[in-house]
């Protein structure tokens, strides 16, 4: 079914659509014009000499190894934050989903994450695994396991999927238990009368059906762990050790804010940019069809 | 919840019945142009630290921050304003405060303002967004590494020999202490920002360790045997209850500034060609010399006998010496006032080893902190400039000047501040707190003493300290993690060197 509102005249929606669009105008376009041309550009810090540079910038980036490095990191974070967090929301929103007392405030709890600004998340992280006083970490190390994520990739790296995994899961689970909840009954119904049950039922009636659901989340999160997790990240580890903890966006941001290289920063915002908008085409192209049918 | 929008019905069957929630489309694609900004963003506002802020708050900072920082205070009186960013927290801020009081009740025509712009390479970065907006203060607190790229910087800023020169206010520099003065001057002498806070390189140790471990707790190691030969015998120690809280021998904090840069100034060894970059900008690094080198493979091997606690980058492993954890903690002198604050046992301040092998006359070490650099504006008046020349005079005063030392930890930036704290009976009372000054003095500066001009020396800090800790990991030898970042940093330098037309 589709609602339409019909204007009588021109000029009303035109008004009620401009702030918006006066705002991704300045706010979002502008700036992003503005990337473009820097990336071409080379110029010193505080703007004095700019000098037309072409595509070197990206042909510098591209010829680098560390910056290659740095996207296979991503992917790989990407993907781990991703796989974690939405497995563990719908873990907890098949288990909220069913009848059982308070579960109004068993739901409500779960979403509270999701309200934390990503710094203080970064420091309730650093509380529990500081390998000298936080909570776990000492107690990692009490019992002789060599706890300390400040001069161990691996453990960096884990750290990092954790706290931002963690703070995505209470979104994942609101939709995958919307989710769950528009699943008609009946169809769970006429499937318990033919005898399927348990994790049976799960994978062949739930599961299905909620792959809308899971495939919207699965963008969503990917776009989330390769932009959004950049506070948790600086908080925690600012890209160490080494750089085992460095993806594109933390790179973005060493490069442009702390070392004031605007040409190379921008050229990888420029990248980031292409890459979001090859996510957003394809999230777009299968969910728009699939509303169609 | 910070959300940008609301759901939008495009959200297909996954936004069933969660109309209201709030999550949805909008708030999506607000991540995705987010991150397009980056660079731009850095310019348009003053906060470019906190670069992911929700729209909201952007839109509300991209509109406020410039009148809050320069013009928001024009309305209230009829003085001339004086806007100053600094990056001082705890006691040293309030320092930065009561000079500014200090000074505003001092006469009558001109108020200065203290604004706290967040950590240096905050303050750095968002002197440079609000120059390029036309919006910059009249000073800002710039730290030394900062002073490479501040001096390409030309008209955005007003060299402090140029704002005697056009404003008549007397500005010598013939007040500063040498080796503080030298690190802000031209290689002609003329002095380019005006020294401020200055701090060296020291060690502090835990006299009770020492004690515990049969060492003689009025005797700091002066060389890097001895310090490696107490090191062993404060281990031996660890876990007996004379012991205490004490976990690690040693650990340093500021790795890089302290044992690499440090350690090169003080035994006289290059740290890069001409003149560690104080005669042109095509230098070069070297500091990947063979004693350098042995000075590195040491504090890995001692790493690695769990006789140097590493503990994290730049001040993370101060707390590992107040909190009692480490028994030896290098960092910066400025390091006082939270030893002071924090400790609970006792503990003395002493310079830092040496190699005798090396250079059995150690000179002086340099100097870290920050200086004040005068900035300009297209619509900035003589009187202002006027103004700030004033308050630049006014705090190298000898009270100031000695206050502020003795308050903060850090040197005396003038002969007269320091006589007048030797007057005072400082010294004698706290002693240990000329240490930093008696290094600094040591003997007589050369070429490798100067200091460091380097463009971006805050991002070749950060390569050698990512080498260093792939070294810490046995990923590779100390001698790769120096010629490492030799290469990498090299490349650095070359790539300032075009920015800025050199």
């Not at chain 2, 390479?121 to 910059?136: E, G, H, M, N, Y």
């Not at chain 2, 500021?254 to 095509?282: C, R």
């Not at chain 2, 100097?367 to 190298?396: D, H």
């Amino acid at each position: 079914m589709e609602r339409r509102t019909i204007f009588g005249q021109r000029l009303l929606p035109v008004v009620l659509v401009a702030p918006q669009f006066l705002l991704t105008l300045i706010f979002f376009l502008w700036p992003a014009c503005q990337a473009i041309w820097s990336s071409l550009t080379r110029q010193d810090p505080f703007g004095l000499h700019s000098q037309f540079a072409g595509l070197d910038n990206f042909v510098e980036l591209f010829t680098d190894p560390l910056y290659r490095a740095s996207i296979g990191r991503t992917v790989f974070f990407m993907a781990a934050v991703s796989a974690l967090s939405m497995s563990l929301a719908l873990f907890l929103a098949v288990f909220a989903d069913r009848e059982i007392r308070g579960r109004t405030i068993y739901r409500t709890l779960l979403i509270w994450p999701y309200a934390i600004a990503p710094a203080m998340a970064a420091v309730l992280w650093i509380v529990l695994l500081q390998p000298q006083v936080g909570i776990l970490g000492a107690w990692l190390s009490r019992h002789g396991i060599a706890w300390d994520y400040h001069l161990n990739d691996a453990q960096a790296m884990l750290m990092i999927v954790l706290a931002c995994a963690w703070k995505q899961v209470s979104y994942n689970f609101i939709f995958f238990l919307a989710g769950l909840q528009s699943i008609p009954r009946t169809v769970l119904e006429a499937a318990r009368m033919d005898g399927a049950r348990g994790w049976h039922r799960f994978r062949t009636i739930t599961f299905p059906l909620l792959a809308p659901t899971s495939f919207f989340l699965l963008v969503v999160n990917l776009v989330y762990a390769a932009f959004d997790t950049f506070g948790t990240i600086q908080a925690l580890t600012q890209g160490g050790p080494g750089k085992a903890t460095e993806t594109l966006v933390v790179k973005v941001y060493r490069d442009g804010v702390v070392n004031l290289d605007i040409g190379s920063s921008s050229a990888q915002s420029v990248v980031l940019m292409i890459g979001v908008i090859g996510l957003t085409a394809l999230q777009f192209r299968f969910l728009g069809r699939r509303q169609l049918t | 919840m910070a959300h940008a929008g609301h759901c939008d019905d495009r959200g297909g069957t996954a936004s069933n019945g969660l109309t209201g929630t709030g999550a949805g489309f909008m708030d999506w694609s607000s991540h995705c142009k987010r991150t397009v900004t980056v660079a731009s963003y850095a310019r348009s506002t003053n906060q470019p630290g906190k670069l992911l802020m929700k729209r909201r708050t952007l839109l509300a900072a991209t509109v406020a921050a410039p009148f809050v920082a320069v013009e928001g205070s024009l309305g209230q009186s009829s003085k001339i304003q004086v806007v100053w960013w600094h990056a001082m927290t705890g006691a040293n801020a309030d320092e930065i405060n009561r000079l500014a009081r200090a000074f505003n009740e001092s006469q009558s025509e001109a108020e200065v303002q203290p604004i706290f712009k967040g950590g240096y390479a905050d303050t750095l970065t968002a002197a440079i967004a609000a120059w390029r907006a036309d919006q910059a203060p009249h000073l800002v607190q710039i730290f030394e590494v900062g002073t490479g790229s501040m001096l390409a910087a030309g008209p955005a800023t007003k060299q402090v020999w140029q704002l005697a020169k056009e404003t008549g206010v007397d500005l010598d520099p013939a007040i500063y202490i040498p080796g503080v003065r030298g690190y802000y001057s031209l290689a002609d002498g003329r002095l380019a920002s005006r020294p401020f806070n200055s701090s060296t390189a020291v060690m502090w140790y835990n006299k009770d360790a020492f004690g515990a471990a049969g060492l003689d707790p009025e005797k700091a190691p002066a060389t890097w045997s001895e310090l490696i030969a107490a090191a062993q015998a404060i281990k031996g120690k660890i876990g007996t209850p004379a012991m205490g809280a004490v976990k690690f021998p040693v650990t340093s904090s500021w790795m890089i500034w302290v044992q690499l840069e440090q350690y090169s100034a003080i035994h006289d060894l290059p740290y890069a060609t001409k003149a560690n970059g104080f005669e042109g900008l095509d230098a070069e690094l070297k500091f990947n010399g063979p004693q350098q080198v042995k000075q590195w493979d040491r504090l890995l091997g001692m790493a690695k006998q769990g006789l140097y606690e590493y503990g994290g980058r730049d001040t993370v492993p101060d707390a590992l010496f107040y909190s009692g954890q480490a028994a030896i903690g290098f960092g910066s002198s400025a390091g006082r006032g939270d030893i002071v604050r924090n400790s609970k046992f006792k503990w003395a301040e002493a310079l830092l080893p040496i190699d005798p092998e090396v250079n059995a006359h150690p000179i002086n070490s340099i100097i870290g902190g920050a200086s004040l650099w005068t900035m300009t504006t297209k619509q900035r008046t003589e009187a202002e400039y006027k103004a700030v020349a004033q308050f630049l005079k006014f705090i190298a005063t000898p009270e100031q000047d000695a206050h502020f030392h003795q308050t903060t930890g850090y040197v005396p930036v003038t002969f007269a501040g320091y006589e007048k704290s030797k007057a005072d009976g400082y010294y004698e009372k706290q002693p240990g707190t000329d240490v930093p000054i008696k290094q600094l003095a040591r003997g007589t500066v050369t070429a490798n003493s100067r200091g460091l001009r380097l463009g971006r020396l805050a991002e070749i800090r950060n390569i050698l300290y990512e080498e260093t800790e792939k070294a810490l990991q046995g990923q590779q030898s100390g001698k790769q993690a120096l010629d490492n970042g030799v290469s990498r940093g090299d490349r650095v330098l070359r790539e300032f060197q075009k920015s800025v037309g050199g």
